[in-house]
């Protein structure tokens, strides 16, 4: 099965050259553990990267390391990620376990963790909360309920984690990732029979839409 929604490749070069903040490490390594194709984008990149660090001289670049990237490309087909040998290899239906790289930042399964109520229908459970400006957190959405209709500040990253939602751009299952910018308003609707749990990445604030939005712009910020 090939996960629908995989993270732009900007975000991936970022993760395979290390250059990435915690919170979106987390959700990019989180997402690996869940898609295959991905893994193969991040090792392909890593043998990049590699190359490029190995070739001394910047004028035989272009010679050498095509050469040598194709042949580390070949080479590292169907290697195995790190947490591969401890992680299904596919998302299975029904599988709701917490993907490994976050079974450390949680302590404990979906259900036995300190869930903080954010309404009748969502809960969220903050995570990396000495990252000034960056807003991580575990989202859970009742089964078949929304979230308000929102605006973006600056970008949204989303990993479905358990469940499924909709919204204006799709359809989003475990190991789907979004991501959303101030272009994007949007009203995600859990599906029926789930509740929909995702670690969310915000760099900026939401913008809420409408009267009951705008005075939840006022006394909250989810
Ligand atoms: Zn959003």
Redesign the pocket.
């Known amino acids: 099965m090939t996960v629908a929604h995989r993270p732009p490749q900007e975000l991936l070069l970022d993760y395979a050259a290390g250059t990435l903040a915690e919170p979106l490490a987390l959700l990019v390594a989180s997402h690996l553990v869940l898609c295959p194709e991905s893994r193969r984008h991040v090792a392909e990149l890593e043998a990049l990267g590699g190359a490029l660090l190995e070739s001394a001289a910047p004028a035989t670049l272009a010679e050498d390391s095509l050469t040598r990237t194709l042949a580390r490309l070949e080479a590292s087909d169907g290697r195995p990620a790190p947490d591969e040998a401890t992680e299904p290899p596919h998302p299975s239906p029904g599988d709701e376990t917490v993907p490994g790289p976050l079974r450390a930042y949680l302590g404990g399964a979906f259900g036995q963790i300190a869930w903080r109520r954010l309404g009748p229908k969502m809960a969220e459970v903050p995570l990396l909360t000495h990252y000034y400006g960056v807003k991580t957190r575990l989202l859970r959405i009742k089964a078949g309920a929304g979230a308000p209709a929102?605006g973006?500040e600056g970008h949204?990253y989303?990993l479905v984690l358990q469940g499924a939602y909709e919204d204006e751009l799709g359809h989003y299952r475990r190991g789907d990732v979004s991501v959303?910018d101030s272009s994007?308003t949007?009203h995600?609707v859990a599906d029926p029979g789930a509740d929909c749990i995702c670690l969310v990445v915000h760099d900026g604030p939401?913008k809420f839409k409408g009267l009951v939005g705008r005075a939840l712009n006022r006394f909250i910020r989810i």
């Open positions: 929102h973006h949204e989303t959303c994007v949007h995600p939401l």
